[in-house]
């Protein structure tokens, strides 16, 4: 038993004037209680209201006719059939005006108001007081049979009152009007009062059953004292000795529970149709078997709110073993069952967007699974991954991430069909699981709907973000039967759609895991590679436009596997950036092209090329300084090279650029021209040279007018920002001289010379590239 149920409450004056709903375990019985006194009173009140009308016609007959009162008279007595109609229908919490005695005494009062408005226009002065004293007297009645209803009071009060005064003052009785303006007052201190007192009345009654109940309770020998309420039954399984403790909780009077079947009670009405949940089939089980139970949990309607409470009960039986009945004893476990419902929740759907989380997608797709093996279905994993997400994280912040992937889920979430299940794995990485995917257009479809759908912009608290998003699948039993089998090959088809420049959808294909399983093979061999030696360096000259003397070599890393041979560096370097060995990688090149080039002549310096991944290593600077230092090379001597579509991905990284520089080492922007450029980096970093791309010279050596307008502009511009230009690529004498025409400073191809290993570079540094004409004979 609660022990608020037996203290007395003080209600707040918005409660008390129906305003508000209390807080606490009395107020939805004082409430009930309440409500009760109003159905006692309510015949009453429209027996007034009924009277009264009937007072008003025989006064107002013979000057005002039938044809003007019947309609008035009517309309009173449809507003008392609707009261009457709406007796059992309770109001929900949010909205008590729509309770039926509401409405019926604000109604009632618009027609009095009406009355005293139209109905004493001609009678004059006798027929106006004659109308106020009705209006009076049945604002009098209001105080003490609407106190249950004070919205309803309150609201045929204020109408009347306010009507009579108006009428009063319009004949010119100000002095009656003033008199009609206190009365109004007095009758709405008193209704007040009296609704104050009604409440003080039945918490002082409900305070004293609390009392009474502790004492049966007591009596009883009741020794379990965590116990909120008894309830017995007889042989037949109907309650008998209904406490007033368990009537109450469960909303209905003592005499309307007493002979009923306890599982009907409990059930509510899906008893009768055969729809009770799984509790009340257990509960009917152990009163069959005639089994004592402990703390059984059964989900019961109690005010239309589905509460969960916990049962424990023995069979008893009379002198000759005999069952008689059980007795038991309840207690709401409402919210234990609540928290145990929300920890369920927590751990099968994400926090953030209201998906089910990857374990919760695990056991669908496990179902789904297991579904379409019996049925011979055909059973879909979709795997979404959003692009340029991180982008909106690093610059925007996790606040709008989070708001993203909000936005993320719910447009996913509008695309799928009923039965399909759409989770969150981690991270910006989504999961569609479609349990019936027998229509193979019905994915495709849907895939590209999910990919339109997240390549349209969002706005997030004034942002414009455009993100989109790829998609992989795969579809069981072609494409695996278990669920670790079907989400290896999603992600295998995901990974596809991402190498395939991102935005599309790519089904698994048998193929993608001989690929994943040949660059298994590539990262295992790579992290071993340095200590083997399989690792070396190769250097290509790189020369002067107009005299042709050489200026410096581009460093390239090569691998040569026992068992793999020749490995290209278009193969394993993204393999190393995937496995993040380009940093152990990296720091080799530096250090051994250091090595390399301290040999060469003091004006020939070495390239270098950076992966995005290096410099976004707060170590890089110490790296550079190492390298240097134990090489002894001049740091003007090292060039870095980094790739135009680095800084088109991460603007921030431009402030690397600045530390770089500030070591004295020099830095060439390499592939210039070929993504989506964004001259602002130029701008913000101070590159000491730019790389006009292989297709670029190619063309313009070919007289292309876009590729030639294309490498004057670029010339121009690093000229104007005091930057070299290198061509790369050339391959013919053509293309040298065009570059050397365009105004190129420094010139790197096959025609100038092919990559060679460290002896041969030092041999070419040293003997070769005084003049043009005698290095390109060399080479």
């Known amino acids: ?30 409430a009930e209680l309440r409500a009760e006194a109003m159905r006692g009173r309510r015949l009453l ?178 020794e379990d004292t965590s116990a909120d309420w008894l309830w017995r039954t007889d042989a037949a399984k109907c309650l008998v000795d209904v406490s007033p403790r368990f009537a109450r909780l469960f909303g209905a009077r003592r005499d309307q529970l007493e002979g009923k079947s306890l599982l009907a009670v409990l059930a509510g009405e899906g008893w009768d149709h055969g729809d009770v949940a799984p509790g009340i089939r257990m509960l009917a089980d152990k009163l069959r078997l005639r089994e004592s139970f402990r703390d059984l ?86 795997l979404i991954d959003l692009d340029r997400f991180k982008q909106v994280n690093d610059t925007l912040g996790h606040p709008i991430g989070d708001k993203l992937l909000i936005e993320v889920a719910n447009r996913i979430s509008a695309l799928l069909a009923p039965g399909d299940v759409c989770g969150r794995l981690g991270g910006d990485e989504f999961a569609v699981v479609l349990p019936d995917a027998n229509d193979r257009d019905r994915v495709d479809v849907l895939a590209e709907r999910i990919v339109l759908t997240l390549s349209r912009p969002f706005e997030i608290e004034g942002n414009e973000l455009h993100i989109g998003g790829s998609v992989g699948s795969a579809t069981a039993p072609l494409d695996g039967r278990v669920v670790e089998t079907l989400l290896r090959n999603a992600d295998l088809a995901l990974y596809r759609a991402k190498d395939d420049g991102r935005g599309v959808h790519r089904r698994y294909e048998p193929s993608l895991h001989a690929q994943a399983e040949h660059k298994r093979r590539i990262e295992i061999a790579l992290r071993d590679a340095l200590e083997r030696r399989e690792l070396s360096l190769v250097y290509q000259p790189i020369v002067e436009a107009q005299k042709g003397g050489l200026t410096g070599f581009e460093a390239f890393l090569r691998w040569t596997h026992p068992e793999l041979g020749n490995v290209s560096p278009e193969v394993f370097i993204p393999v190393a950036e995937e496995a993040r060995l380009i940093g152990r990688i990296g720091d080799w090149v530096m250090h051994s092209a250091c090595r390399d080039a301290v040999t060469w002549p003091d004006h020939i310096r070495v390239s270098v090329n950076m992966a995005a991944a290096q410099l976004k290593d707060p170590q890089l600077p110490a790296t550079i300084i190492a390298a240097l230092s134990h090489s002894g090379l001049a740091p003007e001597r090292l060039e870095l090279e980094v790739a135009e579509e680095v800084f088109v991905r991460d603007g921030s990284l431009t402030g690397v650029v600045d530390k770089i520089l500030a070591l004295g080492v020099r830095i060439t922007l390499d592939d210039f021209g070929t993504g989506k450029s964004s001259l602002a980096y130029l701008r913000k970093a101070r590159f000491s040279s730019i790389k006009i791309d292989r297709s670029f010279v190619r063309g313009a050596a070919g007289n292309g007018p876009e590729s030639v307008a294309i490498v004057k502009a670029i010339v121009a511009m690093a000229e104007s920002l005091g930057m070299a230009t290198i061509a790369e690529g050339a391959e013919t004498r053509n293309e040298f001289d065009k570059m050397r025409g365009l105004g190129c400073r420094q010139i790197q191809g096959w025609l100038v010379g092919q990559p060679v290993g460290p002896q041969e570079a030092a041999e070419i540094a040293h003997t070769r590239g005084q003049t043009e004409d005698r290095l390109l004979r060399v080479y």
Not at 154 to 180: E, H, K, P, Q, S
Not at 206 to 218: C, D, H, M, T
């Open 45 to 222: 009140w429209l027996g007034a209201n009924l009277l009264a009308m009937l007072v008003v016609c025989a006064l107002r007959y013979p000057m005002l006719g039938w044809h003007t009162l019947l309609p008035w008279g009517s309309a009173i007595l449809g507003i008392e059939a609707l009261v009457l109609l709406g007796v059992w229908r309770a109001p929900p919490p949010q909205a008590p005006w729509r309770d039926a005695d509401v409405l019926g005494g604000f109604f009632l009062g618009l027609c009095w108001a009406v009355a005293m408005a139209l109905f004493t226009a001609s009678g004059g002065i006798p027929y106006t007081l004659s109308l106020v004293a009705v209006g009076g007297a049945l604002a009098a009645c209001a105080t003490a049979l609407l106190v249950a209803a004070p919205i309803g009071g309150l609201a045929f009060i204020t109408i009347v009152g306010t009507a009579a005064v108006a009428d009063v003052a319009m004949d010119g009785r100000f002095v009656f009007a003033g008199m009609a303006a206190l009365f109004t007052l007095a009758v709405i201190g008193t209704f007040i009062a009296n609704a104050r007192l009604l409440i003080h009345r039945i918490s002082a009654e409900q305070a004293l059953a609390g009392k009474e109940e502790v004492i049966s309770l007591l009596l009883r020998e009741f």
């Open 1 to 30: 038993m609660s022990p608020s149920s037996a203290e007395r409450v003080t209600p707040s004056w918005s409660y008390t004037l129906g305003l508000a709903r209390g807080r606490g375990n009395a107020y939805p019985v004082i």
């Open 297 to 382: 949990v059964v989900p019961v309607m109690v005010g239309g709110e589905r509460r969960w409470w916990s049962l424990s009960a023995a069979p008893r039986r009379d002198e000759r073993g005999a069952l008689i009945g059980f007795w038991g004893v309840g207690t709401d476990a409402t919210e234990r069952h609540r928290s145990a419902e929300r920890i369920d929740r927590m751990a099968r759907f994400d926090a953030l967007t209201g998906l089910a989380n990857r374990a919760h997608v695990i056991e669908r797709l496990g179902e789904a699974l297991a579904a379409s093996h019996r049925n011979g279905n055909r059973s879909t994993l979709m």
